[in-house]
C-alpha cells in the first residue's frame, strides 16, 4: 500500500452556519461516531446514508456512500449532528484510541471526490477523559 497523499486532500471549514464550531469535526467515543453540524451539512447536501471505515498507518479512512457496500454503518440524523456506530471498528483502534477512558474529536480532511474522509489519528483536536463515578 502506499501512503496517502495529503495534497489532495482539503478542509471541511465552515459554511457559515452558526452553531459551536466553525471546524467539520467528528467525535469518536466507546460505541458512536458523531459530526457536529458544520460536517453534518456538508455530508447531508451530498445524500449519504452509509460510512465504512478503513484503517491505515494511524489513519482512518471514512468512505461515505449513498448505497449499501460490504462492511457499512449506517448514518443516522440526531438532533443538529449525523451519527453511526463505531464500537467494533473502535475496538481494532485500541492501539491508537483508547475510546473507553477518553472521547476524541478530530478535524476532517475531505478528499476532493467527496465522498472519502481521512482523518489522522496521533493528531486529536480535543482529547477529553470520560468521568466515571460521581
Do not use: W
Amino acid at each position: 500500500m502506499t501512503s496517502i497523499d495529503y495534497d489532495k486532500f482539503i478542509s471541511l471549514g465552515s459554511h457559515g452556519r452558526g452553531g459551536r464550531s466553525k471546524f467539520s469535526l467528528v467525535s469518536i467515543s466507546s460505541g458512536l461516531l458523531t459530526f457536529n453540524a458544520t460536517a453534518k451539512n456538508v455530508i447531508n447536501d451530498k445524500k449519504f446514508k452509509y460510512v465504512t471505515y478503513k484503517y491505515y498507518q494511524n489513519q482512518l479512512l471514512l468512505d461515505f456512500q449513498k448505497s449499501k457496500s460490504d462492511g457499512y454503518y449506517r448514518l443516522y440524523k440526531h438532533c443538529s449532528s449525523l451519527q453511526s456506530s463505531f464500537r467494533s471498528a473502535s475496538t481494532k483502534l485500541k492501539e491508537y484510541i483508547d475510546s473507553d477512558l477518553y472521547n476524541y474529536q478530530y478535524k476532517l480532511l475531505l478528499e476532493p471526490d467527496g465522498h472519502h474522509v481521512v482523518i489522522d489519528l496521533e493528531q486529536p483536536y480535543i482529547k477529553k477523559a470520560i468521568k466515571r463515578g460521581r
